[in-house]
């Protein structure tokens, strides 16, 4: 009896803490928030013996009796700045793959009335958190959100303490090998959020799928009234929408209206305004409707060709993952520069100051999970682990005009596990949002003679198909790239979604060979990519791989890479190769249909 006792305890207090992350607040920028960013006291932890032996890091004590020591302590002295990856903060830890433990203190006044929850941006990859010593949950996968309500928990004087982990395992998202730097630590910002007792707690709003008139949606509450009259207000449009929420705390809702459709040569967001008697929030939305008809992708019913680049979570002048604004402005002005509509967020979901910035200036997103090779497919918790990513990718960034696809991975090698997860991720994407597009990077392609034929069985569940090919590179052109032919059995809308080759900004030497790293090569091999794509017939997209060179621990040529994925259009300094013209022409030249 005991023992049956103890595990439904077990059970109950695992759901309990994965419940209390699994729902988010929508858009933690338009809340009353605190941030806890800044100096956090660290412990660095490599063999991760500080939660083990007595040691008890969390618990965070002092000596008080003749016989007491501890053999750890966090001092004012040694601190990592969050947000920021460890990695670049201390020369010791370039390449460190293990436990750090984070702690910050801060006052805050608890409000009667009020809740609090405690919202972590990102923290890569695991993490466990204590505040004030108590453990409130933990959290898996570094690129996504997570929440924990810590009403009735706070003091005046707080502390809060993470432990954190970034060594690889075999049954990680992504796994052992992968080819961006494995930068670690809480990576982006840390807020303290404060709602009404009743709030606003989530809601969805754009464009009814396929319409250009009818704003559809939900909005969720949460707190002690879950039935309560709310307000959907778009000053803009003078749309008044009232309605009440059912006792589960949710209201769905269809309203007619003609907004102007947002589009990147006109990136019109509305102020739109969510009340509930109690609480009110802010957001600026842009509503336009994607699809897809045969080869086509329809941008506001109309067929668009997209000039993306790759894109990774990565300031490569200072050897460091993104987390601003001003990172993402540096980044996204870089690919406008290039003459993109879009960009490819390569291979994770990035901080949420790109996608947001992505919708003021009008460029259209494909938004990706990092199932990126080399994933456990056959292990039971995979599915699990993805569809927790997507759940908190999605629902981060659902009122997002800018995100028209959903990535469900990269590079995958057909299996009979790999084909039943990412099918079953495709359906549960779609559950989530059936407005937006379904994608996936794959490599499974057949070459004979200068015919190329996509071979992946896993296109039937997409809406639109992403190739990488590294024709010039990894792979000789097998002929003439302008007698290139493709074949494509699906009939679906294809993106190239890589293709590249390397070069050290500087260094010249022959088109025709790839051994010296050349801009000549590279160069030549965009434009031998360009002589190919012309003759395909079914090519709505172009995702160069990639827009800047970045740091990966497996790039181990001592002269032209040390450290870096040389295959940038800029190299680390932002220095413009021969490649940059060579697309950047292509773009001037081709029409944004096709
Ligand atoms: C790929 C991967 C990308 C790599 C790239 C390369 O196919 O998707 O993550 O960085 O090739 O440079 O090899």
Known sequence: MKKVLTVSLLVLSSFAVK?????????????????LNGKWQVIIDPFNGGAGNGKAVWKDQKPTGKYDFYEYGFVPSKTLQVPGDWNHQKPELTYYEGTIWYKKTFVHKPQKNKRAFLYFSAVNYKCDVYLNNQYLGSHEGGFTPFQFEITGKLKDTNSVIVRVNNRRKPENIPAMNFDWWNY?????????????VNYIKDYNVQLAKNSVDTIAGWLAVGGNNLSEPVLINIPQLHLNYHTTTANDGKAFFKIAAKPHLWSPADPQLYDVIISSPTDTVHEMIGFRTIQVKGTEILLNGKPVFLKGVNIHEEIPQEKRRAYSEADAEMLLKWAKDLGCNFVRLTHY?????????????GIMLWEEVPLWQNIQFGNPEILNKADTMLKEMITRDK??????????????????????????????????????????????VRYDKNTI???DSLCKVLDVVGVNEYLGWYVPWPAKPEDMVWENPYNKPLIMSEFGAEAKYG???????NGFWAEERQAQVFKDQISMFKNIPFL????????????????????????WNRKGLL?????KKQAWYVMHDYYRHISNSY
């Open 349 to 361: 979901p990035h901080n949420e100051y790109m996608v947001r910035l992505a919708d003021k200036w």
């Open 184 to 196: 670690g630590g809480i990576t982006r910002d840390v807020s303290l959020i404060e709602t009404p």
């Open 453 to 455: 034929t996509i071979d």
């Open 571 to 575: 190299s680390d300094k932002g220095q």
């Open 540 to 563: 709505r997209g172009t995702c160069p791989w990639v827009l800047a060179d970045f740091r990966s621990e497996t790039r181990l040529q001592p002269v032209y890479q040390q450290g």
């Open 507 to 513: 260094q010249h030497g022959s088109a025709e060979t």
């Open 19 to 35: 419940a209390q992350y699994a729902s988010l607040l929508a858009n933690v920028h338009g809340r009353k928030l605190q941030s």
């Open 399 to 444: 009122n997002r005009c800018s995100i028209i696809m959903w990535s469900l991975s990269n590079e995958t090698s057909p299996s009979v596990d790999r084909n039943k997860t990412l099918t079953a991720m495709a359906g549960y994407v779609r559950s989530l949002d059936s407005t937006r597009l379904v994608t996936s990077a794959i490599n499974h």
